[in-house]
C-alpha cells in the first residue's frame, strides 16, 4: 500500500512557465512535508519542506503548497528553467518518529527552452 | 552545510565477492543514517536504518545478513554486501540526518553495484 503517491510519472513543461508537481498521501500522521530533486546517478537534494501547520512555504521559484483536508501538497517552480529537469520525489515523514521518510515514485520534469 | 559523502561512487565485482559502501557526514554529526537502493524508474527503498553504536534496524524483506550494516561513529555508517550476486546489482544510496533538523535527510551521491 503506497502511502506516498505521485500520480504523473513525467511532466513537460515550456522554460519559463510554471512548473506544478503533485503529491498525494493516506497517512494522517504525516506531519511533516519535503521535496527532494535527483538527477541519474546522483543522490536527492533537499530542495524545500512543510510543516503541517502550514499551507504554504516558498524558497525562491519553488513553492510548496499543503492541503492537509485533501491530504494532497504540490510544489510549484517558476519560472521553470531547464536546469530544473529532473526527478522530483516528495516524502512524507512523522516527526518524532525517527526522521524516517516515506517517499512518492517521483515525476519525471523536463523543462523544453 | 550537510554534505555527505558515499563511496564508492561505482563498483563492478565478481559474483560471490563481498563490497563494502562507505557513507560519511561531513560537516555535521549524523546520529541516524539510512540506507536506500533504487530500482531502474523506480522511488527510493529503504533497507536499513541505522543508529550510531546500535543495531540496524532492517525493513521488512532485507536480509541483514546479506547487507551488513555498521554505525561506527556520528559521522561514517558502512553496508557491506556480502557474497554479492548479479541480482544485488542496483543503485544505493545513503543519507544522514541531523537530530536538530526538521526530518531532513541529506543524501550521498549513491554507489552504483554491478556484480558480474
Known amino acids: 500500500d503506497q502511502q506516498v503517491k505521485q500520480n504523473s510519472p513525467s511532466l513537460s513543461v515550456q522554460e519559463g512557465r510554471i512548473s506544478i508537481l503533485n503529491c498525494d498521501y493516506t497517512?494522517?500522521?504525516?506531519?511533516?512535508f519535503l521535496w527532494y530533486k535527483k538527477y541519474p546517478a546522483e543522490g536527492p537534494t533537499f530542495l524545500i519542506s512543510?510543516?503541517?501547520?502550514?499551507d504554504k512555504n516558498e524558497d525562491g521559484r519553488f513553492t510548496v503548497f499543503l492541503n492537509k483536508s485533501a491530504k494532497h501538497l504540490s510544489l510549484h517552480i517558476v519560472p521553470s528553467q531547464p536546469g530544473d529537469s529532473a526527478v522530483y520525489f516528495c516524502?512524507?515523514?512523522?516527526?518524532?518518529?525517527?526522521?524516517?521518510?516515506?517517499f512518492g515514485g517521483g515525476t519525471r520534469l523536463m523543462v523544453k527552452p | 552545510g550537510a554534505v555527505v559523502s558515499q563511496h564508492p561512487s561505482r563498483v563492478i565485482c565478481k559474483s560471490g565477492t563481498s563490497v563494502k559502501i562507505e557513507c560519511r557526514s561531513l560537516?555535521?554529526?549524523?546520529?541516524?543514517m539510512f540506507w536506500y537502493r533504487q530500482f531502474p524508474k523506480q522511488s527510493l527503498m529503504l533497507m536499513a536504518t541505522?543508529?550510531?553504536?546500535?543495531?540496524?534496524?532492517?525493513e521488512q524483506g532485507v536480509e541483514k545478513d546479506k547487507f551488513l550494516i555498521n554505525h561506527a561513529s556520528l559521522t561514517l555508517s558502512t553496508l557491506t554486501v556480502t557474497s554479492a550476486h548479479p541480482e544485488d546489482s542496483s543503485f544505493y544510496i545513503c543519507?544522514?540526518?541531523?537530530?536538530?533538523?526538521?526530518?531532513?535527510?541529506?543524501f550521498g551521491a549513491g554507489t552504483r553495484l554491478s556484480v558480474l
Open positions: 543519507s544522514a540526518s541531523q537530530n536538530l533538523a526538521k526530518n531532513i535527510q541529506y
Open positions: 497517512n494522517s500522521m504525516f506531519d511533516y
Open positions: 512543510i510543516s503541517s501547520i502550514k
Open positions: 516524502a512524507a515523514s512523522v516527526r518524532d518518529a525517527g526522521n524516517m521518510l516515506t
Open positions: 560537516d555535521f554529526q549524523a546520529t541516524t
Open positions: 541505522s543508529n550510531e553504536g546500535s543495531k540496524a534496524t532492517y
